[in-house]
């Protein structure tokens, strides 16, 4: 049997593997820290996310979509979030909720396709990079057999910033992945090929964390005896969802540096109202049971999570109660050792008529905050260049 037959019989996109050279597995670990990115595909709309509600022209540009200012979380004099978000503001009450405003970068694209691939790889907007910035930092410094894989990947099939060599694993839930490791095993007490028993070889530490995940109890059972399960809320959707397989799966012992989660839908050109209020409600609300589930496992002081999207939406509204594809936008950074408050820059509203805004925060200052300061790895290879993290974290 040959590597893609081998690949071919883990069968119907279950599970996705990318095999990393030798040196790979025989490096040491060094990601104590668990970072959880969550991918809001689509461009969710950061201006009514995290709203100036004080702002004539908000409601200028937006006749329609503008978010009543009764309505509005009020975080400050100015600024106030979506009233589908309220399950975040505990987290921001406790300083544990950080909100980057005017996320961009120089000479942005606004096709779906193209800017997401500039967010995945950390290239330039005239560049085309074939790696994800985390697999070429992993590569540079590598996690180590002690982890189960390098990655998580759910509520996709894409891998995004693991893409182009880490050891990622796309996984529908714990069941599955447990499943489709033992039709690998099976696989290769059949074949007895050399070249597989090399493949699989390199792929102990992906069946081992399986094996460990197929025995496990369901999360809640898990963290039953360091916190009272009903505590921990539920959370709707594909999303909750989940959330919920990575708190089994990180219940269940297994070490990964990284988990991505995907949330779709947020490309609002029409009807925008009534399906951003229900995906920032499932976000929330999949969020705070992230926090509740990982508390309780004693892992939110070691974990970081970050929003991100391949752009923003347009200031002003269009003529389907929608918005369209636009540049700078906001983003949510959480966790136990966050410096809560808000960073960045506010949208510059005053001059916009049907133009776009300004970015005051490059996307890749966001990315080597996570490695320089989350990691304490250097950036500047990983990256393409210097840019300066942000003082979002604390200890």
Known sequence: MQRRQFLAALGAGLLTVQLPSLAYAIAPAGYQRLLVLVELKGGNDGLNTVIPYTSPDYTRLRPTLAIAREQVLQLDEQRGLHPALAPLLPLWQAGQLAIVQGVGYPEPNL?????????????????????????????????????????????????????????????????????QARLAQAAARQSGSSALTHVLKVEADIRRAASDIGKMPPAQQAMGSMQDPGRIPDAPGNFGRAVQTLLETLAGGSQVVVARLTLTGFDTHAGQT??????????????????????????????????????????????????????????????????????????????????????????????????????????????????????????
Not at 155 to 160: C, E, F, P, R
Not at 351 to 358: E, H, I, T
């Open 111 to 179: 096709s779906h396709f193209r800017s997401i691939d500039i967010w995945d790889t950390a290239s330039h907007s005239t560049q085309t990079l074939s790696s994800g910035w985390l697999t070429r930092l992993l590569q540079q410094y590598p996690a180590g057999d002690a982890y189960a894989s390098d990655g998580l990947i759910l509520g996709s099939h894409t891998l995004g910033p693991l893409a182009g060599g880490a050891r990622a694993v796309v996984l529908r839930n714990a069941a599955d992945f447990a499943r």
């Open 274 to 395: 009534g399906t951003q209020q229900r995906l920032l409600g499932e976000l929330a609300e999949g969020l705070a049971a992230l926090q509740a589930g990982l508390a309780a496992q004693g892992r939110w002081d070691d974990t970081l999570v970050m929003s991100y999207a391949e752009f923003g939406r347009r200031p002003k509204e269009n003529g389907n109660q929608g918005t369209d594809h636009g540049t700078a936008n906001s983003h949510f950074v959480l966790g136990g050792r966050v410096a809560g408050g808000f960073y960045g820059q506010a949208p510059q509203l005053a001059d916009v008529n049907d133009g776009n805004l300004a970015y005051a925060v490059d996307f890749r200052q966001l990315y080597a905050t996570v490695c320089e300061t989350w990691w304490g790895k250097p950036s500047a290879t990983v990256l393409g260049g210097r840019f300066k993290p942000l003082p979002l974290l604390r200890g």
